[in-house]
């Protein structure tokens, strides 16, 4: 019996992959903004309870204050070996949400309306409308994620590694010709590779990005680096 409890928290505690084409789907869907640090999350299976981000040297992490559909405040740790800032930012948003047709509409409303939005979601698919002149939207079609920005036109995709369902690239839409005829379902391009793994209540997302600044950045242990590692606690 001992042997057996032993056994059950060791397979708790281990990690292991799963298919990233949805939760990839879930981390798009769920950032409005993209600063140091993903802060402003909406509403979707994403929502943590607290994240942990390293870059290198560089650690920030980030907890969550909601109150039923008020998101009052967050806690921010940032910095590098000795120089850590700690602070809490006030965010104050509440969340008014209704239901349109097959989609849940979400209202991000914020006490001076300075910085409101709107986010409609459905299963597969989400819209996040910052204002009259832009759009944001992801949607699902045939196992691969379509992004379509009409604030900054590009036209990326979102797909699985054929031999590693964990992993997904990132890359334009285009698909690549060879002289033999044939034609790639992989972008010509891949921009990013994002690769998750479940350990225990987090989801673990490693991301490696080209290194289009290696001549430009200055050195040191708090800069540069292509390689990221978020942990999203539940």
Not at 145 to 171: A, K
Not at 204 to 218: A, C, F, G, Q
Request: hydrophobic share 30%.
């Amino acid at each position: 019996m001992r042997r057996t409890i032993i056994i059950l928290i060791i397979s708790a505690l281990s990690a292991h992959a799963v298919d990233c084409i949805r939760p990839m789907f879930e981390y798009f869907a769920s950032h409005y903004r993209t600063e140091v640090l993903n802060i402003y999350i909406l509403p979707g299976r994403m929502n943590p309870d607290s994240l942990h981000q390293q870059q290198k040297s560089q650690v920030s992490t980030i907890k969550y204050h909601w109150t039923q559909n008020h998101l009052d405040s967050l806690t921010l740790t940032h910095g590098c070996q000795d120089k850590v800032h700690r602070g809490t930012a006030k965010v104050d948003w509440k969340i008014d949400s209704a239901r349109v047709g097959k989609l849940t509409r979400y209202d991000w409303i914020f006490p001076d309306e300075s910085d409101n939005f709107t986010v409609f979601r459905g299963k597969d698919s989400v819209a996040i409308v910052p204002d009259e002149e832009q759009t944001h939207t992801f949607y699902i079609k045939n196992d691969t994620i379509h992004e379509v920005n009409e604030w900054l036109p590009r036209d990326w995709v979102i797909y699985r590694d054929p031999n590693d369902e964990s992993r997904c690239y990132q890359g334009n839409g285009k698909e690549k010709h060879y002289e033999n005829g044939s034609v790639s379902k992989v972008g010509a391009e891949v921009y990013t590779t994002y690769e998750f793994e479940k350990k225990g209540n987090s989801l673990i997302l490693k991301i490696t990005e080209p290194d289009h600044n290696m001549y430009l950045r200055p050195p040191g242990p708090c800069t540069g680096g292509t390689k990221y590692t978020t942990i999203f606690f539940h």
